[in-house]
């Protein structure tokens, strides 16, 4: 499966500052997405990430909170704007890498812990 | 879009015992479902999929149905062990929604 570093994998950050959060990919990947994680809850979608275009953002997600780039089919950024301490989580971003070795689905990079004091 | 949903939220059982987590979902064109596990502080990781194609799919210990006329499928654990504690997600292709997880724990 494709190998996915994704950084920082924490900070600690005032709130009303900003944090971006980048995923570089070993491979070209079709899709890449944007979740967060808070403690003990399951994995909420915030985006599907486009190369070449504006991310796709879901319910309750907006782009000027939640800024996403993708510039190539490896590499995206995340960033999370004005941060308070509602912010505070766990962020990941996913790469779906079908048909690759004996994995055919979508591979987690390592998470970015975030916490906003 | 797609909402997902995982039964149960906690599950405990003996070594040795078998597993099951169910989840449903509810748009009929998803056709990818995948189970993740997640330990404490660590990613989640893929540990079995399975096709719309397909109804069932065993690996080693693990194996998961799914049943697309009732939209559900289901994760099979057998003989488990104490490193199968683990939170574990289904998931639906269409928009990859995640069910809430199941908080699986093996008993020694």
């Known amino acids: 499966s494709a190998v996915i570093s994704q950084k920082p994998s924490r900070d600690i950050c005032q709130r009303g500052t900003s944090l971006t959060i980048q995923c570089q990919v070993d491979s070209q990947v079709t899709m890449m997405f944007w979740y967060r994680q808070q403690p003990g809850q399951s994995l909420t979608l915030i985006a599907t990430?486009?190369?070449?275009?504006?991310?796709?953002?879901e319910s309750g997600f907006v782009i000027d909170k939640f800024p996403i780039s993708r510039p190539n089919l490896t590499f995206s950024t995340l960033t999370v704007s004005n941060m308070s301490p509602e912010d505070s989580s766990i962020y990941l971003c996913?790469?779906?890498?079908?048909?690759?070795?004996?994995?055919?689905?979508?591979?987690f990079g390592s998470g970015t812990r975030l916490t906003v004091v | 879009g797609e909402n997902v949903e995982q039964h149960p939220s906690t599950l405990s059982v003996q070594e040795g015992d078998s597993a099951v987590i169910k989840c449903t979902y509810s748009d009929s064109a998803s056709n990818y479902f995948p189970w993740y596990k997640q330990e404490l502080g660590k990613r989640p990781q893929l540990i079995i999929d399975?096709?719309?194609?397909?109804g069932e799919k065993k690996d080693q210990r693990i194996a998961v149905t799914l049943n697309k006329t009732a939209k559900h499928f289901s994760l099979h654990i057998t003989e488990t062990q104490p490193e199968d504690s683990a939170v574990y997600f289904c998931a639906a292709s269409r928009g990859m929604r995640f069910g809430a997880g199941t908080r699986l724990t093996v008993k020694p």
């Open positions: 399975i096709r719309s194609n397909v």
């Open positions: 996913s790469v779906w890498d079908g048909g690759r070795g004996a994995n055919y689905g979508y591979t």
């Open positions: 990430a486009n190369q070449g275009s504006e991310a796709t953002y």
